[in-house]
């Protein structure tokens, strides 16, 4: 039994289910929530056989990584081939995981592709012009380029062990109509930086941002991205999206499940900036000049935040979900490596460090190749 009256309060309740719940819920989220299909094609992007890597890392190497960091499924893919694909008990590559923030950036995808088709008309326009709810409130003002690089200024806690936190409180309101939860609880917030100069991590500023794409574009998220990526890219599996219970607009800020394979096949959408042989790209050229660039430094390392993408200082960047979930992409090399996970907290610094750490160990080896 999932605790909470309302559907928000049930999907708040995540972030502390125990770690059985999360291996037992995370592969059936769209059972439990409202959810929307995002449709497959009948057109395949396969993914061949390459040599195998496990065979060349130390003995149980990846067995170990994912029995001991309460991982799910795990794959690398370098130069479009397969080299290593590995799931835990339960799971496999039928599975359809839930993909936490790793949503947003495919959310700012398809912004992306929204700007590039002039739905979206510039990123400095403010947010009002696309949701007009927010006329006369702080964040009717913030630009969608603000948005995009969490830097509005408005005042947001995303602290997931404190049940008090904004992003432990915002799906919790009652529906006011068909009004978005997160827009009910959003509009009131108040500014306390100067826009476009303090970064803070915002999972509600991402369903915003989901909101204004889908009142631009028309069309719900999950028909726009099966429309724009899943079919004409040859995703595999029909992947679903969850949303808000009010309005039946889907989440922007998180809430995607798809197989492992498919979120793989996303990361060579972005390895390929969204380009097939002899067509342009599907995304628009400022974003996409932008989108995995250091636009927003975060931390000490020399790594920051692009358009809801994480930037590392070699120049890949990736894609992070909590609870360790990734899609990670190294133009340079051309590896990608995605993983879905049910660790015990929804962030962890020791997770974290030995996800990067099991990272440099695939990247060095496929080095010799």
């Known amino acids: 039994m999932i605790p909470g009256e309302t559907m928000g309060q049930k999907m708040e309740s995540l972030l502390f289910w125990s770690e059985a719940e999360k291996k037992r819920r995370f592969p059936h989220m769209q059972d439990i929530f409202p959810s929307m299909e ?4 009948n057109n395949l992007y396969t993914l061949p056989m390459g040599p195998s890597l496990e065979k060349r890392l130390s003995k149980n190497f990846v067995e170990n990584y994912i029995d001991e960091n309460q991982v799910g499924g795990i ?13 835990g008990k339960g ?10 923030s790793v949503g947003k950036s495919v959310t700012s ?8 088709e002039g739905d ?10 696309y949701i007009p709810e927010l006329e006369g409130n702080d964040y009717g003002k913030v630009t969608v380029k603000q948005l995009l690089t ?31 939860h997160i827009l009910s609880y959003m ?3 108040k500014s306390i930086h100067t826009p476009g100069k303090i970064w803070n991590y915002s999972t509600g500023e991402t369903d915003l941002l989901g909101i204004l794409i889908q009142k631009a574009a028309g069309k719900n998220l999950a028909d726009y991205l099966s429309e724009k990526i899943w079919k004409p890219w040859g995703m595999e599996n029909q992947a679903y999206w969850l949303a808000d219970e009010c309005s039946m607009l889907n989440l922007g800020g998180s809430g995607l499940s798809a197989t492992l394979r498919d979120y793989a096949r996303l990361g060579t959408v972005m390895l390929k900036d969204g380009k097939k042989p002899d067509e342009g790209s599907l995304f628009d050229e400022e974003w996409l000049k932008d989108a995995t660039s250091l636009l927003m430094p975060t931390g000490d390392d020399g790594g920051g ?22 899609i990670y992409i190294n133009p340079d090399t051309k590896v990608i490596i995605a993983q879905f996970a049910s660790w015990p907290q929804a962030g962890s610094k020791i997770l974290s460090a030995k996800r990067m750490e099991f990272i440099q160990m695939v990247e060095d080896e496929l080095a010799k190749d």
């Open 75 to 87: 794959i690398v893919l370098k130069d479009n081939n397969i080299r290593l694909e590995h799931y």
């Open 150 to 180: 969490m830097t509005s200024g408005i005042d947001w806690n995303e602290d997931y062990a404190d049940a008090e936190s904004d992003v432990a409180q915002m799906y919790r309101r009652p529906c006011f109509g068909s009004e978005p």
């Open 305 to 326: 935040y692009g358009y809801l993408w994480w930037r590392f200082p070699n120049g890949s960047y990736a894609a992070f979900g909590i609870f360790g979930q990734m």
């Open 120 to 129: 979206i008309k510039s990123l400095n326009d403010p947010l009002s012009k």
């Open 91 to 100: 799971v496999n590559q039928n599975t359809v995981w839930t993909s936490f």
């Open 38 to 41: 995002v449709a497959a094609g």
């Open 187 to 189: 509009k009131s917030l």
């Open 109 to 116: 995808m398809l912004l992306g592709i929204a700007l590039k």
